[in-house]
């Protein structure tokens, strides 16, 4: 992506890579642990199946907005990438799964198409904005997983 918003978050769950990657790329757990995420529905192929596809609704600033996305790579208990394919902006995101200690460390990253034109000036303030709800997804998957 050419002019893009990068958004990188970490956390450290104390629990074993192979249970917070069951957990954190089962479809069916994603609303309990997405603060934001309305809707999530496995449409085409597997969870583990790379192109398959999601639909997903969010809600941002009390607005639904509908999107899917594909899986385009599956590494089990290591990494998930997806990319974009029906939404407002493009995208391409990651979850990586690394043992540190004796807990997982999980790293979240979104490269996101940046805003043009006259909206490009708001740009920091949506990144801060979702960094900061990464970042409270990220401690709900920590408060779930270890609880």
């Known amino acids: 992506m050419a002019n893009t918003m990068r958004t990188e978050e970490s956390i450290t769950i104390a629990r074993p890579v192979d249970a917070v990657f069951d957990y954190m790329s089962n479809p069916e757990n994603a609303a309990e642990w997405n603060s934001n995420l309305v809707d999530y529905t496995q449409e085409s192929g597997k969870p583990d199946e790379i192109g398959s596809v999601t639909s997903f609704a969010v809600k941002v600033a009390g ?9 385009t790579e599956y590494e089990a208990n290591k990494h998930l990438g997806f990319r974009s394919k029906k939404s407002r902006i493009g995208y391409e995101r990651a979850l990586d799964f690394a043992t540190d200690g004796n807990g997982t460390r999980v790293t979240y990253l979104m490269e996101a198409e940046a805003g043009t034109g006259l909206f490009k000036f708001a740009d ?13 997804n990220l401690e709900k998957a920590k408060t779930v997983l270890e609880g």
């Not at 607005?63 to 899986?71: G, I, M, T, Y």
């Not at 949506?126 to 960094?131: I, K, M, N």
Request: charged share 30%.
């Open 124 to 136: 920091p303030i949506v990144q801060r904005l979702f960094a900061h709800d990464v970042r409270g």
């Open 63 to 71: 607005v639904r907005l509908d999107a899917s996305e594909e899986l």
